[in-house]
T-cell receptor
Framework: DVKVTQSSRYLVKRTGEKVFLECVQDMDHENMFWYRQDPGLGLRLIYFSYDVKMKEKGDIPEGYSVSREKKERFSLILESASTNQTSMYLC??????????????FGSGTRLTVV | AQKITQTQPGMFVQEKEAVTLDCTYDTSDPSYGLFWYKQPSSGEMIFLIYQGSYDQQNATEGRYSLNFQKARKSANLVISASQLGDSAMYFCAMREQSTGANNLFFGTGTRLTVIP
């Protein structure tokens, strides 16, 4: 069964800490994404990557960075966590062809609380 | 401008009845895809149904159907014979071919509650 695995389901971190959210996919997908989900705002794209070591900013990249050293792993980094980064974080991967609509797979999410 | 608009923050439906969840979209790309996802309280995003911009017929998947009105730029989800397990958040999303990496743009979601 193909899947996207996020390393933590729940995380509590202190303000100012450096936080790593890990995402691993086993589908050999080129594209990987990090979304943030907040009530009333839906899912907003933070960063995405279309290849190893490649990254592109999404709609809300401020305060975040990413790393993709291997095809299957895409990490989201909060350089100095702040309380306004308390949120649900969802990782996804996809195949690149528009003709493959079922290619998106999401992880179960990481609910991060910054105190 | 919002690419995906869902105007219903919450909806209620009686068990076994049908319900329509609204979605309108905005794009100038002639090639795009529209998706609906279900998110139960457990948090995972479950793919429900897909409609391509060039598809001639409305997509259907079991109890789910997509009412695609291209000229009006709407892609409403219809759930027939609602079940208690349908209670969840529902998100409409769009992918434009011109974006290259194919990231999805999401709406703000509709919380559906099925009443016994």
């Amino acid at each position: 069964d193909v899947k996207v695995t996020q390393s933590s389901r729940y995380l509590v971190k202190r303000t100012g800490e450096k936080v790593f959210l890990e995402c691993v996919q086993d589908m050999d997908h080129e594209n990987m994404f990090w979304y943030r989900q907040d009530p009333g705002l839906g899912l907003r794209l933070i960063y995405f990557s279309y290849d190893v070591k490649m990254k592109e900013k999404g709609d809300i990249p401020e305060g975040y960075s990413v790393s993709r050293e291997k095809k299957e792993r895409f990490s989201l980094i909060l350089e100095s966590a702040s309380t306004n980064q308390t949120s649900m974080y969802l990782c996804a991967s996809s195949s690149p062809s528009v003709g493959q609509p079922y290619g998106y797979t999401f992880g179960s999410g990481t609910r991060l609380t910054v105190v | 401008a919002q690419k995906i608009t869902q105007t219903q923050p919450g909806m209620f439906v009686q068990e076994k009845e049908a319900v329509t969840l609204d979605c309108t979209y905005d794009t100038s790309d002639p090639s795009y895809g529209l998706f609906w996802y279900k998110q139960p309280s457990s948090g995972e995003m479950i793919f429900l149904i897909y409609q391509g911009s060039y598809d001639q017929q409305n997509a259907t998947e079991g109890r789910y159907s997509l009412n695609f009105q291209k000229a009006r730029k709407s892609a409403n989800l219809v759930i027939s014979a609602s079940q208690l397990g349908d209670s969840a958040m529902y998100f409409c999303a769009m992918r434009e071919q011109s974006t290259g990496a194919n990231n999805l743009f999401f709406g703000t979601g509709t919380r559906l509650t099925v009443i016994p």
